[in-house]
């Protein structure tokens, strides 16, 4: 019997073949997580439909909280301080006092008396895309982001609401992504490039 005949380049084949089948399936073993700030809200329709409730020159500040907007609130509030509030809502110093906003006009008026409070919700899941192992190895790492964020600056001074207003993102919707050409070695080579520039 003549010997068999061995062909690397077939056995070289078979062996990437199987190697890129494990590389794409085991998906579902990819880390996910979220991060979430405390929020009356779980939507961004449903912060900003709160925040439409409030009315200029109207709304007691006695009644924020049950809007949605706790001024005595510790997480996601931020007290502005009054520099910082006339910085905001009249950059412009050579714009007359009479033509700023009423509310904002009230404000500076009312100096250090006045109060800016800027509220800050969101809501955003990560899931880990693509290959297991080539995540798992550092080599290619793909993160995919959605949720929203709101942002809402309520003036206050002698227990009402001077001026409001509110912004953020509706929907985020990223996809941030990583490439390691050293895959689990890649921070031990720029470690390696940094010692050697010093």
Known sequence: MGK????????????????????????????RGSSDTSSPFTSFEQAQAAAEKIVALQTRTSDLKAFGFDLQATKNVT????????????????VPLTELDPGVRQCILAQSACRAYLFHFERQDRRREGSFWLDFLNIRRMTAVKGWSFDALVVVSDGT???????????????????NPLGPLQGS??????????
């Open 189 to 198: 080579g720029e470690a390696a490039g940094a010692a050697l520039l010093r």
């Open 4 to 31: 068999r005949r061995f062909f690397p380049g077939l056995f070289l084949t078979a062996l990437l073949t199987a190697l890129l089948a494990a590389l794409s399936g085991c998906s579902s073993l990819l880390p």
């Open 161 to 179: 609401v001077l001026f409001r207003n509110f912004g953020g993102q509706a929907s985020i919707d990223r996809v941030e992504k990583q490439t």
């Open 79 to 94: 007290l502005i301080p009054y520099p910082d509030i006339v910085a905001r809502l009249a950059p412009h110093p050579g």
